[in-house]
């Protein structure tokens, strides 16, 4: 018995659902697939499928067994295919995390470009804001917001600065008034990126202005960690909000928000976050991630015009 094509049998017959479809795809007789799952379990003692005439389906072995061998495919898989990713031209799938609305506004609007330059690469894009382990979520390449210090176990590439702005709708200045500085936005409801916590941490927006520091307890009764809904809520006029610049540029150029304090670097913390990609040491050699690295580098331009 052929043990790889007998795993690569079941699984095709698990996910089919029945030996006739699993022996359509494959392009077998059904009686060939039907011996070589009665040949499998002979050889590991158990049963891995339960029979009746309108399914098969897998036992619990069966299941237990097919998650252990999907993962040793998938490495064979990722293997096979690094050999293939070393040479110049990029091939292969891709998979690469981005933040949600980073995604919708920054990376989506290049993904046919890439795929136009590159037409050997399979791209599988993973959007969520959630920080996701490379190794464990196979991700080939990670495009982050932040302080790229954190990865200090990956390789990290600076794509784009990530300068931010204070925001406010015309709305919200008729009906509480104008900050004159930053230190009144004590006084002010803002509306809050979450960073981790609940609503009671403390949240410190950092200016700067030549050279001195000014650190600004803020407030308010809105705190997510998701940037649309943060966006959403300043132009509906609920509070001030220190968003990327990327985010509300199309905004302050149109008038639809007004920007305050823009003789200061406005951040929400100390550091100075920028948008950065990040991957693993085993992914060094890739020509599929030095492809992609490369092209958003020239691509991922956050200095808009405010």
């Given at each position: 018995?052929?043990?790889?094509?007998?795993?690569?049998?079941?699984?095709?017959?698990?996910?089919?659902?029945?030996?006739?479809?699993?022996?359509?795809?494959?392009?077998?007789?059904?009686?060939?697939?039907?011996?070589?799952?009665?040949?499998?379990?002979?050889?590991?003692?158990?049963?891995?499928?339960?029979?009746?005439?309108?399914?098969?389906?897998?036992?619990?072995?069966?299941?237990?067994?097919?998650?252990?061998?999907?993962?040793?495919?998938?490495?064979?898989?990722?293997?096979?295919?690094?050999?293939?990713?070393?040479?110049?031209?990029?091939?292969?799938?891709?998979?690469?995390?981005?933040?949600?609305?980073?995604?919708?506004?920054?990376?989506?609007?290049?993904?046919?470009?890439?795929?136009?330059?590159?037409?050997?690469?399979?791209?599988?894009?993973?959007?969520?804001?959630?920080?996701?382990?490379?190794?464990?979520?196979?991700?080939?390449?990670?495009?982050?917001?932040?302080?790229?210090?954190?990865?200090?176990?990956?390789?990290?590439?600076?794509?784009?600065?990530?300068?931010?702005?204070?925001?406010?709708?015309?709305?919200?200045?008729?009906?509480?008034?104008?900050?004159?500085?930053?230190?009144?936005?004590?006084?002010?409801?803002?509306?809050?990126?979450?960073?981790?916590?609940?609503?009671?941490?403390?949240?410190?927006?950092?200016?700067?202005?030549?050279?001195?520091?000014?650190?600004?307890?803020?407030?308010?009764?809105?705190?997510?960690?998701?940037?649309?809904?943060?966006?959403?809520?300043?132009?509906?006029?609920?509070?001030?909000?220190?968003?990327?610049?990327?985010?509300?540029a199309a905004e302050i150029r149109s008038g639809r928000l007004t920007r305050l304090f823009e003789r200061f670097d406005a951040r929400p913390h100390s550091g100075d976050a920028v948008v950065y990609a990040a991957y693993l040491p085993n992914r060094r050699q890739s020509s599929k991630v030095r492809a992609l690295v490369q092209f958003l580098e020239r691509r991922l331009d956050a200095s808009f015009e405010g």
């Amino acid at each position: 018995m052929d043990k790889f094509l007998a795993v690569k049998t079941l699984l095709e017959v698990a996910d089919a659902g029945g030996f006739s479809k699993a022996a359509q795809r494959l392009g077998v007789a059904t009686s060939s697939v039907t011996r070589l799952m009665d040949s499998l379990e002979s050889s590991l003692g158990t049963a891995l499928l339960t029979r009746t005439p309108r399914k098969v389906s897998l036992t619990d072995a069966g299941t237990a067994y097919v998650e252990q061998v999907s993962k040793v495919l998938d490495d064979l898989a990722e293997a096979d295919e690094s050999v293939f990713d070393s040479g110049a031209s990029p091939v292969g799938a891709l998979r690469i995390s981005v933040p949600s609305t980073y995604s919708r506004l920054c990376l989506a609007p290049h993904l046919a470009a890439f795929l136009s330059e590159h037409p050997r690469v399979f791209l599988d894009v993973v959007v969520g804001d959630q920080f996701v382990d490379l190794a464990v979520d196979r991700i080939d390449v990670a495009i982050r917001i932040g302080f790229a210090e954190r990865d200090a176990n990956l390789i990290v590439k600076k794509l784009a600065d990530n300068p931010r702005h204070v925001v406010v709708s015309h709305e919200y200045l008729q009906r509480s008034g104008t900050p004159e500085s930053p230190a009144d936005l004590a006084a002010h409801e803002c509306v809050r990126f979450a960073y981790g916590g609940g609503y009671r941490t403390r949240h410190v927006w950092t200016f700067q202005r030549d050279g001195a520091e000014q650190r600004v307890d803020v407030r308010g009764h809105l705190l997510s960690n998701n940037l649309d809904i943060l966006f959403e809520a300043v132009m509906a006029g609920r509070g001030i909000a220190l968003l990327p610049q990327w985010l509300v540029a199309a905004e302050i150029r149109s008038g639809r928000l007004t920007r305050l304090f823009e003789r200061f670097d406005a951040r929400p913390h100390s550091g100075d976050a920028v948008v950065y990609a990040a991957y693993l040491p085993n992914r060094r050699q890739s020509s599929k991630v030095r492809a992609l690295v490369q092209f958003l580098e020239r691509r991922l331009d956050a200095s808009f015009e405010g």
